[in-house]
C-alpha cells in the first residue's frame, strides 16, 4: 500500500479531487488530503476527512505535536496537487513554506505531480509559465491543464483533468517513480506523435464485418504516455474499447482502407509514428450494399483480398529523423526464434523498431498489462512490461534513442 498525500488549492475544480481521493482509497491506496485554507471555501473539511478516513490540517499550528509539515512530506510515496492553482504553483516554485501543502512540497523527496487549473489568461500569464519551468526543471510532474469549459462560460486551457486520466498519471508515478524526469523534463516537447490503435472492421454487407478483438489500450497507452512527456499526438482509432486520454487529438476510422487514409497525411507531419493497431490483413473482395440473404440450406463463400499494408507504406515514405514502430504478435518454440521471427518482421516492414509480443501462450487482447521486447535490426534493444502506458513509455524511450542515434 503506497502513502500519497493529496494536495487541495483554492480552485472550484477542487470537487473533482473528491472523485480523485475516491480512485486512490478504492484502489487500497492509504491518502492524506493536505487543503489550503482557502480551498476549505470550496470543499470542507469534514468531506476530506470523511473520505479520507484520516483528520484534515491546513497550518502547521495545528496538531504540532505530529510534526505534519515535516513529516506527511517525508512518508509519502506520491505527493499530488489538484488543483494546483497559480498561486500555489508560484509559492511552491518560490519555495515559500507558509502554510502545511507548501511545507510538504518542501519536504518531500518522492515524485510530486501539480495538476494546474485556473483561467487560461492565468495559465499563460509569463508568470505562472516560468513558475511552472522552474518546478520542471526541479523535477516536479506538472500535468499540462485540459482544454474545455472553463468555471464560466468561457472555455480555453486550463480545465483541471478528468480525475481518471490523473489516477493513470499518479499510478504511472508510483509504479515507476524515476519516470518522474520525463515526465518533468517534457523530453517529447515540439514532437509529434501519431499512434495508430484498435482492430479494424472490414464489412461484408451494410449490418456485417470482419473483424478482430484488439480493444486498442496499447495504443491508447502510449498515447498517454506521449501526452505525459509533452507531446503534440494524433490518436487514430479504429473501433477503440476505451476512451481515449485527454489531450490527444483522435481520428476515428472503421476500415483498414479508411486507416490508410487517414495515417498516410498525419505522417507526414509526425516524428514518431507508432502503428499499434490491429488492422485487417484480409477485405473482403466485394462488399454487398444490401444486406446478404441465406439461400435455402447453402453456406456462404466469401472471397478475400489483402488489404493495404499501411506500416510498410509508412516506413517505406519515411522523411529522414522519423521514427516509424510497427507491432508484432508472433509465436515460436523458443525466445531465439521468436526474436528471430520478429527481425525478419522487421526487416520486410522496413520499419526501425518492432514491439514484439509473445502470444504463444495466447492473446493478448483486452489486457490491461503487457510484456515485450523492443527489437531495432540488431535485435532486442529493451524490454518492458506492465501496464500499457509504462510499456508506451519504454516504447518512446527507444523511439527517442532512434532519433537521437540517427542525429548524430
Ligand atoms: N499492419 C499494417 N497494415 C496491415 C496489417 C498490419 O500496418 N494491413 C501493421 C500492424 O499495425 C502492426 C504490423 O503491421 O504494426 C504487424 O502486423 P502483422 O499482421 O503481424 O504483420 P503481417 O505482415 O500480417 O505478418 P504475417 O505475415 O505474420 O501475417
Redo the contacts with the bound molecule.
Keep these: 500500500m503506497s502513502r500519497i498525500a493529496l494536495g487541495v488549492s483554492a480552485g472550484i475544480a477542487a470537487y473533482k479531487a473528491c472523485s480523485l481521493l475516491r480512485l486512490f482509497t478504492e484502489s487500497g491506496h492509504d491518502v492524506e488530503v493536505v487543503p489550503t485554507a482557502n480551498s476549505l471555501e470550496f470543499v470542507g473539511a469534514a468531506t476530506w476527512a470523511a473520505l479520507s478516513g484520516r483528520p484534515v490540517h491546513t497550518g502547521v499550528f495545528e496538531a504540532p505535536e505530529l510534526v505534519n509539515h515535516v513529516r506527511i512530506g517525508r512518508e509519502a510515496d506520491l505527493v499530488v496537487v489538484a488543483p494546483a492553482t497559480a498561486d500555489l504553483i508560484a509559492r511552491a516554485a518560490s519555495g515559500r513554506a507558509d502554510d502545511l501543502l507548501t511545507n510538504v512540497l518542501l519536504t518531500a523527496r518522492c515524485p510530486v505531480m501539480l495538476a494546474p487549473a485556473m483561467h487560461t489568461e492565468m495559465w499563460q500569464h509569463p508568470a505562472t509559465r516560468a513558475n511552472v519551468a522552474t518546478l520542471r526543471s526541479r523535477g516536479v510532474v506538472v500535468v499540462p491543464p485540459a482544454v474545455g469549459r472553463l468555471t464560466g462560460p468561457d472555455s480555453g486551457p486550463g480545465r483541471l483533468p478528468e480525475p481518471d486520466d490523473l489516477f493513470a498519471t499518479a499510478l504511472g508515478l508510483l509504479a515507476e517513480p524515476s519516470r518522474a524526469a520525463a515526465l518533468a523534463g517534457q523530453d517529447l516537447l515540439g514532437l509529434t506523435v501519431v499512434v ?1 490503435a484498435g482492430g479494424t472492421h472490414e464489412a461484408l454487407d451494410p449490418v456485417r464485418f470482419l473483424g478482430n478483438a484488439s480493444s486498442g489500450r496499447m495504443g491508447v497507452g502510449i498515447a498517454r504516455a506521449a501526452v505525459q512527456r509533452g507531446a503534440e499526438v494524433v490518436l487514430v482509432g479504429a473501433h477503440l474499447a476505451v476512451p481515449p486520454p485527454a489531450g490527444v487529438r483522435l481520428v476515428e476510422v472503421g476500415s ?1 482502407a479508411e486507416l490508410a487514409t487517414a495515417m498516410a497525411p498525419l505522417a507526414q507531419e509526425a516524428d514518431i509514428v507508432v ?7 484480409f477485405t473482403p473482395a466485394h462488399t454487398s450494399t444490401t444486406k446478404l440473404k441465406k439461400t435455402g440450406d447453402q453456406g456462404l463463400a466469401v472471397e478475400f483480398v489483402q ?6 507504406g509508412l516506413a517505406a515514405g519515411r522523411r529522414r529523423g522519423q521514427v516509424v514502430v ?5 509465436t515460436a518454440a523458443d525466445r531465439n526464434d521468436l526474436v528471430a521471427l520478429g527481425v525478419d ?1 522487421l526487416r ?2 522496413g520499419c526501425q523498431l518492432l514491439v514484439l509480443n509473445d502470444v504463444s501462450g495466447g492473446a493478448v487482447f483486452g489486457a490491461s498489462e503487457n510484456s515485450v521486447a523492443i527489437l531495432g535490426l540488431d535485435g532486442v534493444r529493451a524490454t518492458a512490461s506492465g501496464e500499457k502506458t509504462s510499456v508506451g513509455h519504454a516504447i518512446l524511450d527507444a523511439a527517442l534513442s532512434v532519433r537521437k542515434e540517427e542525429s548524430e
Aim: aromatic content about 4%; glycine content about 4%.
Design positions: 495508430s483498414t502503428m499499434a493497431a490491429a488492422p485487417a490483413d488489404t493495404t499494408d499501411v506500416l510498410a510497427g507491432f508484432a504478435a508472433e518482421k520486410r516492414k
